[in-house]
Every structure is written in C-alpha cells, then in structure tokens.
C-alpha cells in the first residue's frame, strides 16, 4: 500500500518533533498536523523541521488539550495520531482516537494505563482503528530488540535488557541530565517493576539488582539497576513462554544511591504533609527542587542499548547479543534519545498505515516484529551490532 496519509503529532516537545521529522523523510504524507498548547513549543518544531519539510503540507493548531470536542472533530480528516503528551493524558485521547475513528500510537510510560487501553480492543476493531501504546525508547525499541533477539533463536530461554540515556559529559555531582519530563523519570523510579523467573511474573522494587556492565571502548562501566514501566505488558505476553525477562535502566555510577536516598528521605511520596502551616505535595516540591540541576541544556547524550538472549539454535547452547548506541546529530539537531524515542514511534505508525496490523488495541510486542523494526533501523542507519555466539 504506497497510498499518502493524513499524520497528526499532539505534542510537539522533544519526542514529537523527532517523530514528525521521521515521518517527512520516510512516510508518503498528504497532511501533518501539529497540535500543541504552545504556539512557542510549535515554532520551534517547524524550525527543526525546515530544512527537511520542502512540499510537505504541515498545518497546525494551538489547543487546550482538555477540549476533548475540538480534538475529535480536527481528527475525523487525520489517519493517525501520536500522543507525545505526558502520559496522564493517553486513556482520554485513545477515547478521542475512538470517537474520532483515528488510529493512535502513544509513548506509554504507565503500565496500569495501557492496560486499560488494550481493553479497549473491540471497541477498537469495530471503529476499524489501530491503538499501539508504548511506542519510543524503552519501553517500545527495547521491547523490539528484544523480540530480534528471540527470533534469532529456535527457542529462546532468557532475555536480558539494558538500556539508558545519558550526557555525553556527565557533570558532578549528578552526572545526569534530563531528557524528558522530570515526572516521567520519578514515575520510573518509583514503585515496582515486573519481570518473568521460571516463567512467571515476578515483582521487583525499583533500584534492586544493581550491577555494574562493562561496554568497553570509550564507554567503559556504568551502573544497571531496576526501574519501573521498562518492559510494559511484555511480561504477561510472554508469561510461560520464556524462562527468564529482566530489564534494566543504565547510569554512570554513583546515580542510583542518590535517588535511593531521595526515596528513602520520601521525596517520592505524593501524600501531601504539612510544613509550619502549609501544604506540600512532597514530589512536587522534589521536582520543583531537582528539575532545574538536571536541565543542563546540554544536548549532546548518548544512548545505549544492551540484549542478551539465551536458548537453543540448531539445539547448541546459543547466546545472541545485541548491541546499539546512537549519539547526538548535529546535522539534524536531533538528541539519540529523541530519536530513538520519536523514530520509534514513526515506525510504527508507519508499519499500521501500510496495512501492516489489522484494527484493534495491540501490546507493542504484539504491534511489530523484531525483523520489521530491524529493517527500518538500518534505513535510518541505526548503529545496531549483533554476535551470535554459540
């Protein structure tokens, strides 16, 4: 199906501009819509994309986000959308997707959400639209590469996930910065994540099993830890299928007993305290702190990604190894990390409107194989290295 489409980006921070410059060069577009709240937040992402969007018809909209009306009714003429929205935002626009009959793909990052999401399914196939929450970095290309893992093998038995993004000179004390919204980052570290052994979902507080992974050259040793959200709804899909699934987060050392210790001190807690009279939302309070320390305006990050899937191949033992890095494109202004996470999302919506998933509500690991992701890596030059080692 080479037909041209109707695409619509909502959100057109960081991610969604990575997503709508993916789109132009490699999706067959009749109209780009841009939707945001801020007209400053829209200027800049035209500009990014100028030197890319000759011939491309790109419309936009200010809008409140709340007007649940006026998004329906801009929708109706629109194929596909990406929510690239905090994802608080994602269970009522996959009602907008539904009411508008328009397909959505989202960046996930709330596991109890997408589930509610998926239950939406024949809702979903009798509106003759695609939902694929979890799109972007992790989870969504994590999950992907993971899926190439196991299919490199006849039967897979365990797989093992590392990821992270990070400055590419990281300054003390915090050695991180932000690059994405701070409330996404204290919902990773929070809670519980949800991994398989022997089979079976198991639960695991974050920043458990922290370990040390040697990636050699001029990365050298960072620090892996447990993180909530990483694998999604991976987990129950593959339940009973693969022994063994864990995913973790990656730092430079030294990250993770900070944050251990902000939890502890309960500067995660959302139960509001009273302090000398007046109210506090405990994690408000640590965003409004901690935010502008990590804001570090450096753009220059590295992303780094890390599977190990063990089984059999030709009945040998077989480790696969997977390993990808992308780093910051002054040529495109792109961050690794907004590509990794906006390209992604493209990708997939890309992969429904080529007829590639039928209607319906799918998990991510369900929505697009390892192969078909692969493929689309190596258009964008992707820097993946597979060793299969028996």
């Known amino acids: 199906m080479n037909m041209y489409h109707n695409y619509c980006i909502i959100g057109t921070g960081r991610q969604g501009t990575a997503a709508a410059y993916d789109l132009i060069k490699y999706a067959k577009i009749k109209n780009l819509l841009l939707v945001d709240t801020s007209s400053q937040s829209i200027n800049q992402c035209l500009y990014k994309l100028k030197p890319i969007s000759k011939n491309i018809n790109i419309k936009t909209r200010i809008i409140d986000i709340h007007k649940k009306d006026i998004l329906i009714n801009i ?6 959308f990406l929510s690239s929205v905090p994802y608080e935002y994602n269970l009522m626009l996959t009602e907008v997707a539904l009411l508008s009959s328009t397909s959505m793909v989202d960046l996930g990052g709330h596991t109890e959400n997408v589930i509610k999401q998926l239950d939406y399914d024949k809702e979903a196939k009798k509106n003759r639209i695609t939902i694929v929450p979890d799109c972007g970095m992790g989870p969504g290309m994590n999950v992907s590469m993971a899926l190439l893992g196991i299919e490199k093998l006849d039967i897979a038995n365990e797989v093992f996930i590392w990821d992270g993004g990070l400055p590419k000179n990281p300054k003390e004390p915090w050695n991180y910065s932000l690059f994405f919204n701070i409330k996404g980052l204290t919902n990773e570290y929070d809670e519980s994540a949800f991994f398989l052994d022997k089979g079976r979902i198991k639960k695991v507080p ?29 987990p129950w899909s593959f339940e009973n299928k ?34 000398k009279g007046v109210e506090i939302n405990p994690r408000e309070f640590y965003h409004h702190l901690l935010e502008p320390q990590l804001d570090t305006k450096d753009f220059n990050d590295i992303c780094i990604m890390r599977i190990e899937a063990k089984g059999l191949l030709n009945n040998k033992k077989t480790l696969v190894r997977i390993d990808a890095v ?14 990794w996470t906006g390209w992604h ?17 799918y998990p991510i690991e369900e929505a697009i194989s390892g192969k078909d992701f692969y ?3 190596l258009k964008r030059k992707y820097n993946i290295k597979i060793k299969i080692i028996n």
């Open 375 to 377: 493929d689309a890596a």
């Open 206 to 234: 974050c920043f458990e099993g922290i370990e040390i992974i040697d990636f050699g050259g001029n990365i050298g040793e960072l620090e892996a830890a447990v993180t909530s959200g990483g694998l999604s709804t991976m």
């Open 345 to 361: 999302a493209s990708i997939v919506m890309q992969h429904i409107l080529h007829g590639h998933i039928g209607p319906g509500a």
């Open 242 to 275: 693969i022994k063994k699934l864990e995913n973790k987060t990656l730092r430079y050392k030294g990250h993770w007993e900070w944050m251990k210790a902000y939890r502890e001190l309960g500067l995660f807690s959302e139960n509001h305290i009273d302090y």
């Open 326 to 339: 992308e780093e910051y494109d002054s040529v495109s202004g792109l961050m690794a990390m907004e590509k």
């Open 75 to 80: 929708l109706k003429d629109y194929d596909i």
